[in-house]
């Protein structure tokens, strides 16, 4: 890469990077405002309209969108005639969960072994670097060659979906000839990589009732009926023996075709046990790419400590289902509440609501944009040919903005490969991979401008 003046550039602009994102690290931007400071999202939405404004960028304004945050939005003019690529990033970050955790605070970027930690320096506040960095270096070297729309979310990670339905009223807003999505990940560091499909998902509360209230266990249990274990039954029905999803009604026989995740890799990067099985049927790129997963991802019920010796009377989970490209998250959800009334044992009552959802996204891998951008990662990563992968995680806006420009080509890069950990304690960035995707995302723009 070093003879090249474009990544030349992006190698002296590293230092400033690191600087800028330690900034931006340090705004505990987490849009649960129950949790925290909403003027800590304020704080680095600002951060992100200023860095805008400082490029040159045009129109830069903080969009207040339905569900309470802010979406930071600029549009920077390129020559006459030029198409109009719009770059994506979000600045809001998940919880640090176990602050305590972390080797080193986790709103302090700090480098260690060769990388940089903090919460955020993968998913996705690099992401916005990258995309600064990939516009500086073009500006540097014979300036830029398309029209440039950015816009940076600010609540992604928590799903409420606010820039979603801001694009749907405002659909010029974000119209452009193709999208270039920065919060994906190489396969693996050094592998250039695009995420060709993203899982659809649904989120979906479940209660289940049985008695009026709590009783004693010695008195009544063993005939009263225990809410807690109606609820343990039902859950267990999500699953087959070797822990394949089992939804009734909803296939989970799909095939992956494209690269392939080899499985004791896959055990270290998940960091599985040793003599833990993995669980499902298939491929790991089946089970995690091509197929549905549930998740149960809480469950309300008395804690170990303070618990009392009570048959109870009702209890709640919060289930996440996983959808493959093909499947309607609509109809996913349907198909899951229905398994959970027909499985509900005794009679119980159960309720069930929805408090979430994301299509599947499927890109089209023939379009000219990827031939634009398989040509760029050839020249950032020497030697290596650009894969194609798929997402287990989801991202709503890739749907919306599908529907709303059809034409658009979507493409999603980033830096959260497997080393990241994102959404995990010790999160982290590798710097030659922020440099590389820096260098890539602006030879994509220069190329993309010639076709």
Known sequence: ???????????????RARAELTELVAFKSVADFDQFPKSESEGAANWVADALRAEGFQDVALLDT??????????????EGAKTVLL??????QPPLDE???????????????????????DCKGGVIMHLLALRALRANGGIPVHVKVIAEGSEEMGTGGLERYAEEHPELLEADTVVIG????????????TSTLRGMTLVRVRIDTLEGNLHSGQFGGAAPDALGALIRV???LRAEDGSTTVDGLADETSWDGLQYDEEQFRTDAKVLDGVELIGSGTVADRIWARPAVTVLGIDCPPVVGATPSVQASARALISLRVPPGVDAAEATKLLQAHLEAHTPWGARVHSE????????????SSPAYQAMADAMAVAYPGQDMQYAGQGGSIPLCNTLA?????????????????????????????????RLSVTEALFLRNYAGN
């Open 100 to 122: 305590a955790a972390w080797t080193t605070p986790p709103f302090e970027l700090t480098e260690r072994d060769g990388r940089w930690y903090g919460r955020g320096a993968a």
């Open 403 to 435: 529907a709303l420009y059809p034409n658009a080509e979507i493409l999603l890069i980033g830096l959260s490969e497997p080393e990241a950990q994102i959404h995990a304690v010790n999160e982290s960035v590798s710097p030659q991979e922020l440099e």
């Open 88 to 93: 994506y990033a979000h600045y809001d970050v």
């Open 66 to 79: 339905p569900d309470g945050t802010q979406s930071v939005y600029g549009c920077l003019p390129g020559p």
């Open 235 to 237: 859950l267990d029905s």
């Open 1 to 15: 890469m070093s003879s090249n003046p474009v990544a030349e550039t992006v190698a002296s602009l590293m230092p």
């Open 354 to 365: 929805q408090v979430g959802q994301g299509q599947a996204f499927r890109a089209d891998t």
């Open 183 to 194: 919060d994906a990940g190489n396969f693996r560091v050094g592998l250039p990589t695009v």
